[in-house]
C-alpha cells in the first residue's frame, strides 16, 4: 500500500463533459504529481504541485487544470472531455518538491464514450 | 530532451539474475536516472535512482555506465512478483515549463517458474 489515495477507481462519462479526479497524497507528504497513462502515449507527466503552489507543469492540455488545497489533497479537473483523454490517470506524491515521485496511487480509470 | 531506449521485453527464470538494460545517450550532465516498475493493474512503484555512481538497495542495484550513456538494473534473484514493466527514466530541469521527465516505454519482464 502507497499511502496514496485516488478516488473514483473508475469513471465513465461523455464527449464534452466535465470531470473531476481527486487525489489524498501519502501523510507527510507535501508534493503531488498527477500522470495519464494510455495505450499509445506511455506514462506522461501532467503537472506537479508542491505545499499548494505549481512546482512544474509537463505535457498538460489547457484543457485539463489541477490544483493543491491547504489540507495538501489535489484536484485534477478535465472539461470538454474528448475520447482521446480516455486513460488511466494517476497521482503520485513525494516528500520534496524535487525530483519524480516515490510513491504512487492506483489511478483513475476514465473511459469517455 | 534526452529519450531513453528500453528492450520492449525481456524473460527470465526465477531465482536467476536480470540484467535490464537501458540506453540514454543524449543524456545532460545534471540528469538523474530513475528506475520504476508497474505490476499489472497498480501503478507505478520506484525503484532506484542514480547519478553517477552504482547504487544498491534492497529491491536492486544500477549500474551506471561511466560515459553515462546507458546504465542497467539488475535484480540479483527474480521471483515471480518481479514481473512487471521497468521504466528507465531520465530526470533534469529546474522547475517550470522546462521541466524534464522522459519516460522510455518500458520493458515488460516475464519470469518463468
Known amino acids: 500500500d502507497s499511502g496514496v489515495t485516488q478516488t473514483p477507481k473508475h469513471l465513465i462519462t461523455a464527449t464534452g463533459q466535465r470531470v473531476t479526479l481527486r487525489c489524498s497524497p501519502r501523510?507527510?507528504?507535501?508534493?503531488v504529481y498527477w500522470y495519464q497513462q494510455s495505450l499509445d502515449q506511455g506514462l506522461q507527466f501532467l503537472i506537479q504541485?508542491?505545499?499548494?503552489?505549481?512546482?512544474a507543469k509537463g505535457n498538460i492540455l489547457e484543457r485539463f487544470s489541477a490544483q493543491q488545497f491547504p489540507d495538501l489533497h489535489s484536484e485534477l479537473n478535465l472539461s470538454s472531455l474528448e475520447l482521446g483523454d480516455s486513460a488511466l490517470y494517476f497521482c503520485?506524491?513525494?516528500?520534496?518538491?524535487?525530483?519524480?515521485?516515490?510513491?504512487f496511487g492506483d489511478g483513475t480509470r476514465l473511459s469517455i464514450l | 530532451d534526452a529519450k531513453t531506449t528500453q528492450p520492449n521485453s525481456m524473460e527470465s527464470n526465477e531465482e536467476e539474475p536480470v540484467h535490464l538494460p537501458c540506453n540514454h545517450s543524449?543524456?545532460?550532465?545534471?540528469?538523474?536516472i530513475h528506475w520504476y516498475r508497474q505490476l499489472p493493474s497498480q501503478g507505478p512503484e520506484y525503484v532506484i535512482h542514480?547519478?553517477?555512481s552504482n547504487v544498491n538497495n534492497r529491491m536492486a542495484s544500477l549500474a551506471i555506465a561511466e560515459d553515462r550513456k546507458s546504465s542497467t538494473l539488475i535484480l540479483h534473484r527474480a521471483t515471480l512478483r518481479d514481473a512487471a514493466v521497468y521504466y528507465c527514466?531520465?530526470?533534469?530541469?529546474?522547475?517550470?515549463?522546462?521541466?524534464?521527465?522522459?519516460f522510455g516505454k518500458g520493458t515488460l519482464l516475464t519470469v518463468n517458474p
Open positions: 503520485a506524491s513525494s516528500l520534496s518538491s524535487f525530483g519524480p515521485p516515490q510513491h
Open positions: 501523510s507527510g507528504d507535501l508534493s
Open positions: 504541485y508542491y505545499n499548494g503552489e505549481e512546482r
Open positions: 543524449t543524456i545532460s550532465g545534471t540528469d538523474y
Open positions: 542514480g547519478l553517477t
Open positions: 527514466i531520465l530526470e533534469g530541469g529546474s522547475g517550470g515549463s522546462n521541466y524534464k521527465l522522459t
